[in-house]
């Protein structure tokens, strides 16, 4: 069975200092990941994804990830914090075997401190 | 592309009534489309996945008499909370899924914050 782990349930940094935020996954399959952040009373808006291309994903807003299939990882980072990062993060994966359903990540809550 | 709307964005609406909400894939053919629940603090729940023309496939839990779900054309979906009570009260979201190329990836729309007083 598939399933998406985030470790942390809120990370707390200092503004212009790195972000870690980090997500395993369990997959039979070769797994499609995603990032998405979810701004207070927004919708839902795509950071990245990994579809089986290259390991190291660019996303928006000077984001990144690398799938690392031997620790099962998917970690978000991002070199320097800005106080507009601060949201919920949410880290999902898409199996096959699941019909392409998303699995959810329980999301992990990034605040910025001044 | 792949822009998803929702309607209405927040509504209140009495318990005991009935509330629509709607999804459209408005530069896409949507074949799928799917509905979330999001409590709060917490992480999306999957209410149900509705194919165009067809019935909807609920998750476990969710009762499909409650939650009436119509994916009539391939653009459009609706969620509808029959006999809405207090407890109804969620953040719902819609995401749909396009007829080709990326069948893995969906397209969210900004959810629409239900209150029932």
């Known amino acids: 069975a598939q399933s998406v782990t985030q470790l942390d349930s809120h990370v707390s940094v200092s503004e212009g200092t790195p972000v870690l935020l980090r997500c395993n996954y369990s997959?039979?399959?070769?797994?499609?990941l995603f990032w998405y952040v979810q701004h207070p009373n927004k919708g839902l808006q795509l950071l990245l994804k990994?579809?089986?291309?290259a390991t190291l994903v660019k996303g928006i807003n000077g984001f990144e990830a690398e799938f690392k299939k031997s620790e099962t990882s998917f970690h978000l980072t991002k070199p320097s914090a800005h106080m507009s990062d601060a949201a919920e993060y949410f880290c999902?994966?898409?199996?096959?075997?699941?019909?392409?359903?998303?699995?959810w990540g329980a999301g992990t809550k990034l605040i910025i401190k001044p | 592309g792949a822009v998803v709307s929702q309607h209405p964005s927040r509504v209140i609406c009495k318990s005991g009534t009935s509330v629509k909400i709607e999804c459209r894939s408005l530069?896409?053919?949507?074949?799928?489309m799917f509905w979330y629940r999001q409590f709060p603090k917490k992480s999306l729940m999957l209410m149900a996945t509705?194919?165009?023309?067809?019935?909807?496939?609920?998750e476990q839990g969710v009762e499909k008499d409650k939650f009436l779900i119509n994916h009539a054309s391939l653009t459009l979906s609706t969620l509808t909370v029959t006999s809405a009570h207090p407890e109804d009260s969620s953040f719902y979201i819609c995401?749909?899924?396009?007829?080709?190329?990326?069948?893995?990836?969906?397209?969210f729309g900004p959810g629409t914050r239900l209150t029932v007083t």
């Open positions: 509705s194919n165009e023309g067809s019935k909807a496939t609920y």
């Open positions: 995401s749909a899924r396009g007829t080709g190329g990326l069948i893995y990836e969906q397209y």
């Open positions: 997959s039979s399959y070769s797994p499609s």
């Open positions: 990994y579809t089986s291309a």
């Open positions: 530069d896409f053919q949507a074949t799928t």
């Open positions: 999902v994966v898409s199996v096959m075997d699941s019909n392409y359903q998303l699995i």
